[in-house]
């Protein structure tokens, strides 16, 4: 059966960093596209980071360029979410996806995690 786990999450000041990591686990190419979605109260579910099979090509949400960044380690099968200058209104329940291709363009996610909340108070 195939599994994707958050960890990281948790309360953050304004201005501080947090790293969201997700392990993947069962029969599926660990090559594949990877995302970080979010979910904020009252909105709908945002991609705010994918990183392609290679982990070559890599693309935010405007709200996060800049402050974000998306990593990938194949050999271990987990994606990571370095999150930087954090603000209020990054808080959410974070996500990771899973796209069954190497490419990112028009990625299909079908996988995903349970969430972890990510808190920034005001």
């Known amino acids: 059966q195939f599994q994707l786990r958050e960890a990281g999450g948790g309360l953050v000041q304004a201005g501080g960093s947090l790293t969201l990591s997700c392990a993947a686990s069962?029969?599926?190419?660990?090559?594949?596209?990877k995302g970080w979605f979010r979910r904020a109260p009252g909105k709908e579910r945002e991609l705010v980071a994918s990183i392609s099979g290679s982990g070559a090509i890599t693309n935010y949400a405007d709200s996060v360029k800049g402050r974000f960044t998306v990593s990938r380690d194949n050999s271990k099968n987990t994606v990571d979410l370095q999150m930087n200058s954090l603000k209020t209104e990054d808080t959410a329940v974070y996500y990771c996806g899973l796209a069954p291709q190497a490419t990112l363009k028009g990625a299909r996610y079908a996988f995903w995690g349970q969430g972890t909340q990510v808190t920034v108070p005001s």
């Open positions: 069962g029969r599926l190419s660990s090559t594949y596209v």
